[in-house]
């Protein structure tokens, strides 16, 4: 079971990025997947989700409305639009798939984790 993450890179805030999320090794379609972020000297903490049945989805209060997750065309993948980024954004992302197919808000509830993608917002 492997997740690659991809798309980080550095941008002025107010500008975008779309980050890529692959998977593979199982039927990853079946199971929700999230993004988390690290920025230095704080703990992880949770971006976004979306499930492995219905395709509904969950956010953190600081990037509703500015992010988007969703599946791609191959649903072994999860995308992260981010719009309208702030200096506060900068961290690296992780990728993460769960063991059911509900999104969740915590950590532990994901299994499997990509290695992170760096996101840098210039202000």
């Known amino acids: 079971v492997q997740l690659q993450a991809s798309g980080g890179g550095l941008v002025q805030a107010g500008g975008s990025l779309r980050l890529s999320c692959a998977a593979s090794g199982r039927t990853f379609s079946r199971y929700s997947m999230a993004w988390f972020r690290q920025a230095p000297g704080k703990e992880r903490e949770f971006v976004a989700a979306?499930?492995?049945?219905?395709?509904?989805?969950i956010y953190a209060d600081s990037v509703k409305g500015r992010f988007t997750i969703s599946r791609g065309n191959a649903k072994n993948t999860a995308i992260l639009q981010m719009n309208t980024l702030k200096p506060e954004d900068t961290a690296v992302y992780y990728c993460?798939?769960?063991?059911?197919?509900?999104?969740?808000?915590?950590?532990?509830?994901?299994?499997?984790w990509g290695q992170g993608t760096q996101v840098t917002v210039s202000s």
């Open positions: 979306i499930s492995g049945n219905d395709g509904n989805t």
């Open positions: 993460a798939s769960s063991s059911n197919s509900y999104p969740k808000y915590t950590s532990s509830e994901y299994a499997y």
